[in-house]
Nanobody
Framework: QVHLAESGGGSVQAGGSLRLSCAVSGYSYRGLCLGWFRQAPGKEREGVATFDRDGTTVHADSVKGRFTISKDSAANTLYLQMNSLKPEDTGMYYC???????????????????????WGQGTQVTVSS
């Protein structure tokens, strides 16, 4: 059983920055495909970024150049550094994890495994104009 706990959300003005953290426990950390998703009010949950077991990262086009996913293996923590925030980045941000073998960890594959993902409780990000 994987346990995920997000923190770091808050309210900022457009152009500001936030760093989200996700503490991962309950599973061999190195064997997990990890990612960040977000859900705006009235919209479907969407993938933001993923971090593969070999360190490969994928970022959604909407956040490329502004957001960076990273991992601290010693601390078993996944991060999402968010810079140049926009009002459209507002939403609940969720950490997600899945274990699979011989499959690349990307937003597309995490969506394909959606029903088997482990989720955190989410952390709210609000960006005002």
């Amino acid at each position: 059983q994987v346990h995920l706990a997000e923190s770091g959300g808050g309210s900022v003005q457009a152009g500001g920055s936030l760093r989200l953290s996700c503490a991962v426990s309950g599973y061999s950390y190195r064997g997990l495909c990890l990612g960040w998703f977000r859900q705006a009010p009235g919209k479907e949950r969407e993938g933001v970024a993923t971090f593969d077991r070999d360190g490969t990262t994928v970022h959604a086009d909407s956040v490329k150049g502004r957001f960076t996913i990273s991992k601290d293996s010693a601390a078993n923590t996944l991060y999402l550094q968010m810079n140049s925030l926009k009002p459209e980045d507002t939403g609940m941000y969720y950490c997600a994890a899945v274990s699979f073998q011989q499959t690349a960890c990307t937003i597309t594959t995490m969506v394909a495994y959606y029903n088997t993902l482990y989720w955190g409780q989410g952390t709210q990000v609000t960006v005002s104009s």
